[in-house]
Each structure stands twice: as structure tokens, then as C-alpha cells.
């Protein structure tokens, strides 16, 4: 039962680099999301698609950028690293049938920007 | 906008009960999710309330009012395992079916 699978899990970037979290989840879902998660904080909604090909901001989209060629890959790009983007990321996604009001979470990406 | 309280901390007693509050603002509403998180780990499914009134699933219970734009989690018979932080999220009814996060409430379990 893979679900929804992040890489990598932890990362150190230094300001101005820039990088990938990849996403894949094989239990074909429509919609997927990546959040944030500040420490001690709640999960703020990064980008978020609702099928292969549509791709929507979230509550805080700046210094990111998202694609979603296929249903089971939703990579999160990070342009020009910040200091404020250190954060932990969570992909997940959700399905629009049946259980679809449930979110399934990865494991989640540790990244440092120092 | 679009908003979410819940208490940032709530302590309890090993085998109590207890109540964490939600209230929302949001420009449309299809239902109120609870979500667990214990530390390093990624938020899991709890509940869910698309209408008003309670939901039990064994020792977890979560109740709904559209009308109040409210809603809670109770948890019975607590464990030290209960110990994490517990997330209410609202899906906004709409074109793109969003789901936002509160803050979280960070329980404590006293032995």
C-alpha cells in the first residue's frame, strides 16, 4: 500500500538554490494538494489541482511553482530558495468518489534553507 | 475570507473526556474533517460531518452545526497514544472543492 509517496524526505538548501519535492500517488485520484506546515503551526494550502493538466493557487503560492502532467505526479518546484521557506511540505491527495472527503497524506519533506 | 478557530492547547486527564471546538468562516461549506497529527508524523483521517449532528467512530465523536458554523471533536476514554495536535478542515463547496486547515489544537495528556 504505497498511497502517496514524497521525495526527498529531508533536504538542506542553500538561499538561491533551487529544487524539486516530487509527489506520486497510485490510488488515482483526482485531486492533490501540497501544504506547508510551519513548526508549532497549522497546514497552509501551497497549490492544489483538481485533475491531470489544471493546476491552482492556494493560500501561499509565492516562490513556488507546480505542474501536473499525469494523475499520480504533482511535483513542487522551489525557485530561488528563501530563509522562509524553510518549512515541512506534505503532499497529499483525495479522491472524488466514494471516500472523498478524506485527505491522504505523504510522509512529508523536511527542507532547511540556510 | 476564510477562516478557522480552534483553542491552540487543551489539557486532560488519562481516561477523561474532552471537547475541542471549531468555528469557521467560510464562503461555502460542504463539511467539517478532524484530523490527527502526532509529532514528526503526517496528519491522518479522524472524521468527517457533511450534515448537523454527531458522528461516533469508537472513542472519537465529532459533532456538527451548519446553522452555528461550529463544530467539535470529543475524545472519550483518553490514552497517553492521544497526545498530538488535532486539525478541524473545511471543504469549501465551489468550482475547486478546497480544503483549508485550522491552526490545530495541541492536546495534552495529564497520567
Known amino acids: 500500500n504505497a ?51 489544471i493546476t491552482d493557487k492556494g ?5 513556488y511553482n507546480v505542474s501536473r502532467s499525469t494523475t499520480e505526479d504533482f511535483p513542487l518546484r522551489l525557485e530561488l530558495a528563501a530563509p ?23 510522509e512529508g519533506s523536511w527542507l532547511t534553507v540556510v | 475570507g476564510q477562516s478557522l478557530e480552534q483553542p491552540s492547547e487543551v489539557t486532560a486527564v488519562e481516561g477523561a473526556i474532552v471537547q475541542i471546538n471549531c468555528t469557521y468562516q ?3 461549506f460542504y463539511g467539517l474533517s478532524w484530523y490527527q497529527q502526532h509529532d514528526g508524523g503526517a496528519p491522518t483521517f479522524l472524521s468527517y460531518n457533511a450534515l448537523d449532528g454527531l458522528e ?38 465551489g468550482r475547486d472543492d478546497k480544503i483549508i486547515f485550522g491552526k490545530g489544537t495541541r492536546l495534552h495528556i495529564l497520567p
Open chain 1, 3 to 53: 498511497g502517496v509517496t514524497q521525495t526527498p524526505k529531508f533536504r538542506i538548501l542553500k538561499i538561491g538554490q533551487s529544487m524539486t519535492l516530487q509527489c506520486t500517488q497510485d490510488m488515482n485520484h483526482n485531486y492533490m494538494y501540497w501544504y506547508r506546515q510551519d513548526p508549532g503551526m497549522g497546514l497552509k494550502l501551497i497549490y492544489y489541482s483538481v485533475g491531470a493538466g
Open chain 1, 59 to 63: 493560500e501561499v503560492p509565492n516562490g
Open chain 1, 84 to 106: 522562509s521557506q524553510t518549512s515541512v511540505y506534505f503532499c497529499a491527495s483525495r479522491s472524488t468518489t466514494g471516500a472523498g472527503n478524506t485527505i491522504y497524506f505523504g
Open chain 2, 26 to 28: 467560510t464562503s461555502g
Open chain 2, 56 to 93: 461516533e467512530t469508537g472513542r472519537f465523536s465529532s459533532f456538527l452545526s451548519r446553522s452555528d458554523s461550529y463544530g467539535y471533536l470529543l475524545l472519550q476514554e483518553l490514552q497517553m497514544k492521544d497526545s498530538a495536535s488535532y486539525f478541524c478542515a473545511v471543504r469549501e463547496s
